[in-house]
């Protein structure tokens, strides 16, 4: 094991020309912090084994020296059991309790076998130092997660598991003056994150877990999904040091000269040590929130026939969407055609780079209200690809059960003989019902169309920051929207439903607290079908000065100088100075919430992809907030690919579909009808119009309206409000549209 150590140490010692600690006081702090973190002189670790699994689970142990709230800065790992030979018990480095003789919770330390191998469900193989590390971030709604221990789930793929707490948005502590103190602010969530992930690579390396330092995979859904996204998008970068090193992580120190030293000692030498990710799998990130407003504004403005519950919400959707306008035309976008694939200019050839910009122009875009431009072709394209992966993908479609035309079930003969392009049909035409799903991170999975491998440009953008589309911090669908969610869209509000974020697949793996929708009494949450502007201003003056105070507040910094804000943008941090980018990224959303834009996941992309990420968006047209994999494919599915491609050589395809012989059970079709916006010929070939396309989106995603900061929706907030009192308001553009257009917004504005 030492020389299989050796050689792994060997590959990431760091030639750094940092000298760490140059007084002996500083180095006796990083001295204490790295004795204190090593998980061998932990008495309390604990091992359990799951024979069903045939897995070990660590129980909870604190990955920092100095936590504010000890029950949310935890941290678990489950390993796979062929990669451990027992458990040392005393010290002596030999196994005294084997998998064979374990039948109870056991004290010690694993005894690592270097030497096995796992073949993963997709064919690849992994030892105990190349195994996968999937870290499982919890913060649904940016709220708090308790430490809990990691799910078996990946066991059989050969993947080391991690399970962290988190502090959230409503937490407080109590200090040694008796006193409350506030801890719940961002980079809270994110920050513990890292601290987990530093605690465990440490371990890593000092032979103490098994797992690859190098091949880290962040993942989670709604506030998860944003953090997973964020986890990965701020890899290593110094912004979140201090922080850290308030918590007492282990790895990231700051030198006497106020520079930082982002080193280990393992057996006296120097070793790097990462808070980063080598992958990202996102379902429905609740990220960026900074152009989260005005993006989502731009999705209902451009479905005219879109009911907006009040004048002054619809005019105020009518203003960002102006801004976002003004905003993406701002940053430079550019793509190649050859590189993603798409003719986006229309030209039959795919040889142009093409400059992204939204248009407004009533005459030539009158069935989008004006909005139209080559990035609004491109999310278009994005928006159509997706569909037609899903109807070509349907022979993967497990148990479902198939309609005629009047609504009766096909036998098992005509569902066996369905053609690719019958099921197109049926399911354009909602003649389905789904059977059950393998949840987030399940075998049953979606992989959509291929990622965008072109070049882009993504540039920087006003500080500041938009509103979230109001996910509930439980991750749930929350309330019914504007309106009810339609009858034909029973189908993606029962299944997304029943795939909530509720510590289910993904979720388990890392925690979440349950908490209740919006504001602690709900008293200041408003959803889409609130005819309410604000529950808490008399007026619109009123109103705006509680923006100005509430922002100027977060532009003066927090303790460290830093606007939080801006420290929760991840467009921020991809492909800037001194953040190591991950090497891809997948971000996964369902195509009727309406938690978030789809611009958000865009915009994402592109950034990664400017940044040489390999980035891929998906976007499940039957899938609301968090969807499930579907389809054939999963998480272990992309990661073995991901594998495949840049570390082993070893090509992970998918699996050949076995199309379904008998037709499930279900008594009634629940598949939402899209014959009403989209057209299928008889090869399967879908289309739409840009204006059927918005139609059926914002049909589907009608749980919150635009202008989510300004109504108070407080889901994607940094501090809760009460029924008497706001969530804080953090975001620069809605507070620039109140103040720029006060004269048009303030006669509309009613209590």
Known sequence: MKKLLSILLAMILLASSCVCFAEESAASDKEAIEAALNLANNPDQEWTYNSGADAWVLSVVIAVTNPMIENEEGVSVCVPGAYVTGIDTDGDGVADVTAETATEAVKGSLVIDYEAEITSTNGQIYTAATAPVILNTGAAGYGNSSNTTAATTYAAEGYINVACGNRGKQDSYTNEAGETVYTGDAPSCLVDQKAAT??????????????????????GGSGGGAHAAMFAATSNNPDFYDYQIEVGAVGVYRNEDGSYCTTVTIDGQEVELSDGAWGCVAY?????????????????TMNPDFNFNTDFQQALAEVLSQEYMEYINGQNLTVEEAKVGFDLDGDGELNSTVSLTIEYDVEKYPETNGYGGSYIDLYLTELTENLQWYVDNLDY???????DADGVALSDEAVAAMTTADKAQAFIEGRYAKG???GMGGRGGM????????????????????????TPPDGGMGGPGNGEMPSDMDGAESESSERSFDNADVAENSSGDEMDVGTPDAGTTQAAGSSTNSKNYSSYA?????????????????????????????????????????????????AVEGDISMFNSLNLQLAALNAGIDATIEWQWDGGHVPSEVLGNSLPLWVDMMYGEYVSGVETVKAEAEPQTANGTAESATGTDLSDWVSIDGEGNVSFS??????????????AVPGFDVIDYGQEDYVFGDSDTDARHWSEWVLQALQENQEALAPLFEE
Do not use: H
């Open 198 to 219: 530093r605690y465990v690579k440490y371990n890593i390396l000092l032979g103490n877990l098994p797992g690859s330092v190098d091949y880290w995979v962040s993942t």
């Open 284 to 300: 429905s990130a609740i990220t960026s929130l900074y152009e989260a407003d005005m993006a989502m504004s731009l999705e209902y």
């Open 397 to 403: 479609a497990e148990g479902w059960t198939w309609f």
């Open 436 to 438: 059950s799903t393998g």
């Open 447 to 470: 992989m959509g169309p291929s990622g965008m491998n072109g070049a882009v440009d993504f540039g920087g953008g006003r500080g500041g920051n938009g509103g979230p589309g109001g």
């Open 542 to 590: 009123e109103m705006l000065a509680a923006y100005e105070a509430d922002i100027a507040e977060i532009q003066a910094g927090d303790a460290y100088g830093k606007n939080i804000v801006d420290l929760y943008n991840p467009l921020n941090y991809i492909g800037a100075e001194g953040t190591a980018n991950p090497t891809w990224m997948r971000i996964v959303c369902g």
């Open 690 to 703: 840009l204006a059927d396309g918005m139609a059926y989106r914002t049909k589907g995603a009608s749980k």
